[in-house]
C-alpha cells in the first residue's frame, strides 16, 4: 500500500465559496469525474483544491506543468541508486496507486504529447501503462485527477486537445464580487476593511484595461500581496506599485494608466 500521508493537508485552508463549486466538485468526486478548473490566473482555482481536498480528507498530489515536463516526469523513471538501478514511481503514478487526488496545475503549460498520458485514466477504463515497467496499474476507487485551465492562454500553439477537453467536467471561476474579494483580501492580508475595498476598486480599473494591452487585470492574489505590504507599513500606493503595476506588465504607458488608476481610488 502507498503511504501518502505527506500529501494530506492537515489544517482547513481558508476558502470563501462564491457559487455552487464546492457542491459540484463533491458530486464529481463521488463519482470519480476528472474535473476542469477553468479561469483567469490568481482567482482561487489552487486554493479550492486544497480546500476540496482537506474537506473530502483525500491527500493531494500537485504537479505545476510546464514545457519541458515529459511523460517520464509524471508516471516515472528508472533511476541509479545506492543498490543499482531501481524504478522510481512519477508524482502521477503515486496518485493512481494511492487513491490521492492528482492536481494538473495549469495543464495548458505542458506539451501535448505529454498530457495524452491521462486519457486512459480519464475514462472508464481507469488505467495507467507504464510501458518502461510492461506494467498496467488499475486505478486505485479514490484516484481522481483535476487539471487547471486558463482560457485567456488559448492560441493555436497553447492549447489542450477536443479529446482531452472533453473528458473533463468543468467549473467556471472567476474573480469574485467586490463585497466577497474584499472579504477575502481582509481576511488573507490582515488589513481593515477599508484598505480591501480600496485595493478592489483598484483592481476593477486594471481589469477593464484586459484587451486593451493587458492580457490580464490584477488578480485576487495579487491584491492580497499589495495588502500584505500595507499590513507591514508599506504606503499603499507603493504597495500597489510593487505587487500590481510592476509585475503586471513593462509597458510604460500601461504603466502610467494604472498608476492614475490606483491614484484616482485613493
Known amino acids: 500500500m502507498t503511504n501518502l500521508d505527506a500529501y494530506r493537508i492537515s489544517s482547513e485552508p481558508f476558502y470563501r465559496a462564491v457559487d455552487s463549486e464546492i457542491e459540484l466538485f463533491e458530486a464529481a468526486h463521488k463519482s470519480r469525474m476528472p474535473v476542469m478548473l477553468k479561469g483567469p490566473t490568481g482567482c482561487g482555482k489552487t486554493r479550492f483544491v486544497e480546500y476540496m481536498a482537506w474537506r473530502l480528507g483525500k491527500p493531494l498530489i500537485t504537479v505545476s506543468c510546464h514545457e519541458d515536463m515529459t511523460a517520464s516526469d509524471l508516471v516515472g523513471r528508472y533511476l541509479l541508486d545506492s543498490h543499482g538501478t531501481a524504478w522510481h514511481d ?158 503586471i506588465t513593462d509597458d510604460p504607458d500601461l504603466r502610467d494608466a494604472l498608476t492614475g488608476a490606483i491614484a484616482a481610488c485613493l
Open 90 to 247: 512519477g508524482p502521477l503514478t503515486l496518485a493512481v496507486r494511492g487513491g490521492a487526488i492528482c492536481y494538473l496545475d495549469e495543464i495548458v503549460e505542458a506539451r501535448q504529447d505529454t498530457t495524452v498520458v491521462i486519457h486512459s485514466l480519464t475514462d472508464d477504463r481507469r488505467i495507467l501503462t507504464l510501458e518502461k515497467r510492461n506494467e498496467v496499474v488499475k486505478a486505485h476507487p479514490d484516484f481522481q485527477v483535476v487539471i487547471s485551465y486558463n482560457p485567456g492562454y488559448q492560441s493555436v500553439l497553447k492549447d489542450l486537445k477536443e479529446s482531452t477537453k472533453q473528458r473533463f467536467s468543468a467549473i467556471a471561476f472567476g474573480y469574485p464580487n467586490s463585497d466577497v474579494e474584499a472579504e477575502i483580501i481582509k481576511r488573507e492580508a490582515a488589513v481593515d476593511r477599508r484598505t480591501a475595498d480600496t485595493l478592489v476598486r483598484i483592481a476593477a480599473r486594471s481589469r477593464n484595461l484586459k484587451g486593451h494591452g493587458l492580457e490580464e487585470g490584477a488578480s485576487t492574489r495579487m491584491l492580497i500581496n499589495a495588502g500584505l505590504l500595507v499590513a507591514a507599513d508599506i504606503p499603499i500606493e507603493r504597495a500597489c506599485q510593487v505587487a500590481m503595476v510592476v509585475p
